[in-house]
């Protein structure tokens, strides 16, 4: 589970009042992500657009890598019965 510090959290109606400042702590790398909490649960979570694509080209290479598996086994089975 990822930990956020106090000044990481903000209640949704904290939030929509501090989005410039907070959205421009998140572009200047001040703060690393931003938890916004309805009703005390944590119900999204804001990053910046790097560490967004960052993430989305991790995840297509884990999903590259499960597909490359995949095949290998698929066609190491496939030789296996030949």
Known sequence: MV??????????????????????SIKEHTLEKVGILKNNRLEAV?????????LKAFEEQVELAEHTKNYKQAAQRSMDRN
Do not use: P, W
Request: net charge negative.
């Open 46 to 54: 804001v990053i910046s657009t790097d560490e967004y694509e960052r």
């Open 3 to 24: 930990k956020y510090a106090q000044n990481e959290l903000f209640s949704i109606t904290d939030f929509t009042k501090q989005i410039g400042s907070i959205v421009n």
